[in-house]
């Protein structure tokens, strides 16, 4: 399920939000800053500070994961079945490993958040539909102005 489109997307975002239901059914919508693909229908987050987010997939494990690169303006949102590796399973610190690579010494991550996609949809601003001739260089120049943003080579 997961290709290059979305792998650049979700490297080319700096937050991804995670939506959940808690048990009385209302939403709870967090943005979460460490997150990557793993594997081939899979993504995960650490969870540094989300115990509503944890405790909700404890009891609703149904969740929505979307991401944006907000200079080209698109990504994805992608709905899934969510379950926590938690530090005392062998598998730890493989599923985490770029999670922990990510926050290196700074965040202590609780748990891992493993999300198996079921559903991939892409996500578009406006202006695609109502601008389709405006080049991708046109969109990410807007979005710099907007920002106030001034691009570096790298």
């Given amino acids: 399920m997961?290709?290059?489109?979305?792998?650049?997307?979700?490297?080319?975002?700096v937050l991804c939000w995670l939506a959940t239901v808690d048990s009385a059914g209302l939403p709870?919508?967090?943005?979460?800053?460490?997150?990557?693909?793993?594997g081939d229908n899979h993504i995960v987050i650490a969870d540094i500070a989300s115990s509503n987010s944890?405790?909700?997939?404890?009891?609703?494990?149904?969740?929505?994961?979307?991401f944006i690169d907000v200079f080209r303006q698109c990504g994805f949102k992608i709905d899934g079945t969510a379950?926590?590796?938690?530090?005392?399973k062998n598998d730890f610190p493989v599923v985490g490993a770029e999670l922990l690579r990510?926050?290196?010494?700074?965040?202590?991550?609780r748990n891992i958040i493993l999300i198996a996609i079921d559903r991939v949809s892409p996500?578009?601003?406006?202006?695609?539909k109502l601008l389709p001739d405006q080049t991708e260089?046109?969109?990410?120049?807007?979005?710099?102005?907007?920002?106030?943003?001034?691009?570096?080579?790298r």
Wanted: proline share 8%.
């Fill in 54 to 66: 944890t405790r909700n997939i404890s009891n609703h494990p149904s969740v929505c994961v979307s």
């Fill in 123 to 128: 996500i578009w601003a406006p202006s695609y």
């Fill in 137 to 153: 260089a046109q969109r990410m120049q807007q979005a710099f102005d907007t920002y106030g943003v001034i691009p570096v080579d």
């Fill in 83 to 88: 379950s926590l590796v938690t530090p005392d």
């Fill in 2 to 13: 997961l290709n290059e489109a979305i792998r650049s997307s979700i490297g080319n975002s």
């Fill in 102 to 109: 990510m926050t290196g010494d700074i965040y202590p991550i």
């Fill in 28 to 38: 709870n919508v967090t943005p979460k800053e460490i997150f990557k693909d793993y």
